[in-house]
């Protein structure tokens, strides 16, 4: 078992011009695993395979053939970097960066992977840690954050539990983008558990949520700053729902949203958005000025 279990796989394939072979042709390099322990070469592989017929190794595999940068991220130049590589080279290049990474943190992925109790107990602090930062940095006193910081780093944990660690970006920037998808789940979703979206998982979703998701987002982000528990001040609440609701921009709702509950940088939102970093900057200040007018009128 890889942490979580695959239980299904999605079409393989890298850009309009390439087409990945048969999901039987993922040929693992058995040169480039050997030096491995047992234990871990077992690991690696796993791994390989199953980002191999989930169709993630060809998703990251289209990345690096469009970026220079993340190509020679984690690549040793062995490859000269191409637009036009061959799929194999890909591959090849893919594997060489499941390896890298898997090595650079390979004592606690396999202590994880094993469970190992200590090894559980020091992620969840490190992630209790970063969700009192996140939940403050949206506005949430220290008391009410501390509380809920342990619940968001416990289903942070779980979520890592059930799915398996790809390998392909550092372990610590795949559990912090969990904490953020589960920080934005417990304050996004309803209070009401039969009025509950079961479906939102990612970030990604957001905005395909529409202007209720936002709203939600921002609304405790933007909350009395001063207060211990963003369930307080519930008129003030209603009213930076109905701004967000009047704010006729979108690119300006997730730009907040983003900003101050997700705690992404200006360089994550301006990717997501697919926009400049001064487009973001001018978003965002346009937002919190519409936001200010929209809550005093």
């Known amino acids: 078992m890889i942490w979580g279990t695959l239980t299904e796989t999605s079409p393989i394939t ?56 993340i190509f020679t991220q984690f690549w040793d130049h062995a490859i000269a970097y191409a637009p036009t590589l061959t799929w194999e080279m890909l591959w090849l290049a893919y594997q060489h960066r499941v390896l890298v990474v898997f090595a650079d943190d390979c004592e606690r992925i396999l202590a994880l992977h094993h469970h190992s109790e200590l090894a559980w107990q020091a992620l969840a602090q490190q992630l209790t ?115 967000i609701n009047h704010m006729q921009s979108e690119e300006r709702r997730l730009v907040v949203a983003y900003t101050y509950f997700a705690d992404m940088t200006d360089d994550e939102i301006a990717a997501r958005l697919h926009k400049s970093k001064a487009i973001v900057h001018i978003l965002r200040h346009r937002a919190l000025r519409q936001l200010r007018a929209l809550i005093e009128e």
């Not at 087409?19 to 491995?36: F, G, H, R, V, Y």
């Not at 957001?206 to 008129?235: K, L, Y």
């Open 14 to 69: 890298l850009n309009p011009e390439s087409t990945a072979p048969a999901s039987d042709a993922w040929e693992i390099d058995a040169d480039l695993l050997a030096p491995l322990p047992v234990t871990a070469h077992q690991y690696v592989a796993a791994i390989l395979d199953i980002n191999a017929h989930s169709g993630r190794a060809a998703r990251v595999m289209a990345k690096m053939r469009a970026s220079r940068q």
């Open 129 to 243: 840690g970063k969700a009192i930062h996140l939940l403050m940095r949206a506005g949430v006193g220290m008391g009410c954050a501390c509380d809920k910081a342990t619940e968001i780093a416990q289903q942070a944990c779980e979520c890592a539990l059930s799915h398996p660690y790809p390998c392909d970006v550092p372990l610590d920037y795949w559990l912090y983008t969990i904490l953020k998808n589960v920080n934005l789940q417990v304050w996004t979703r309803s209070q009401d558990l039969l009025d509950r979206d079961p479906t939102m998982h990612s970030l990604d979703e957001m905005a395909e949520h529409g202007i209720g998701i936002a709203a939600r987002a921002f609304m405790c982000a933007a909350a009395n700053h001063g207060a211990t528990d963003p369930a307080h001040s519930s008129a003030q609440m209603d009213a930076l729902i109905d701004a």
